[in-house]
């Protein structure tokens, strides 16, 4: 008996302790001094600081050469020629489409797969297959199987393309006299051959397999040709010069 009751009197004891630290805790945590709050304004001016410097990193790279041509050259200039009243009126490139046809892909699947390496160092941009509509015989094709491949650039990846066209890749073609000035379509849109694609610096002479052509179509909203012919010329664009016509008279 005298066990139980010397057991049950050290547990009680126990207890008693047990109560007294929790409560001593209690009151120390109620006596730690408070964190300081920032006020408001502190904290705006951080979230601030933090958007900027989001905004910086994603700065990578400014803005193309012959963006900042258009804007601050091109258009004036068009205004004045064309008597435009408004902005908005000046017209203005769309996109640019890059073209190969790789008719080989039909023997040996490898062609294209050089062809679309080859197109995406020179663009920048990773290439789209296109396929055969229709099926002909004479040329062993099949509608649906892939004979080319093509790449529309727009934006940023626009402007640096016709500007690395421009001013290097064109002035390496062999015997150039110019642009054709007949290639215009009646709607803004103008087209070009290239019958070797190794004009472009990107590419390496001894990792390139074969030569090839290519198809490079530019589009604006122009209304007409007289006026996609002048914005592309205020670009840079060497077209050839028009010839005036000698009549010959015989006698």
Do not use: W
């Not at 052509?213 to 209304?223: F, V």
Request: charged content about 40%; aromatic content about 6%; some cysteine.
């Amino acid at each position: 008996m005298e066990t139980e009751k010397e057991q049950k009197e050290q547990k009680e004891q126990v207890e008693q302790q047990e109560k007294k630290e929790q409560k001593e805790h209690k009151k120390s945590d109620k006596q730690k001094p408070k964190k300081e709050q920032k006020p408001k304004q502190e904290k705006k001016q951080e979230e601030e600081q933090k958007k900027e410097q989001k905004k910086e990193q994603k700065r990578v790279a400014p803005e193309p050469r012959l963006k900042l041509l258009y804007k601050n050259e091109i258009i004036p200039a068009m205004m004045k020629k064309f008597q435009y009243k408004n902005v908005m009126q000046v017209p203005r490139l769309l996109k640019i489409v890059v073209n190969m046809g790789v008719g080989e892909a039909a023997r040996d699947i490898k062609e294209l797969d050089h062809a679309m390496e080859e197109l995406g160092l020179i663009s920048g941009q990773k290439p789209k297959l296109s396929r055969a509509k229709k099926s002909i015989s004479a040329f062993k094709v099949r509608s649906g199987m892939p004979v080319g491949c093509f790449v529309s650039l727009r934006g940023k990846r626009m402007y640096e393309f016709l500007d690395r066209l421009i001013n290097i890749a064109i002035p390496r073609i062999r015997d150039f006299r110019g642009l054709p000035t007949k290639s215009f379509d009646g709607r803004g849109n103008h087209s070009f051959g290239i019958k070797e694609h190794l004009i472009f610096v990107e590419l390496d002479y001894n990792k390139v397999p074969k030569v090839r052509g290519m198809n490079i179509t530019t589009a604006s909203n122009a209304r007409n040709d007289e006026e996609c012919r002048e914005l592309l010329k205020l670009f840079g664009m060497p077209f050839r010069r028009e010839e005036e016509k000698t009549v010959v008279q015989v006698n």
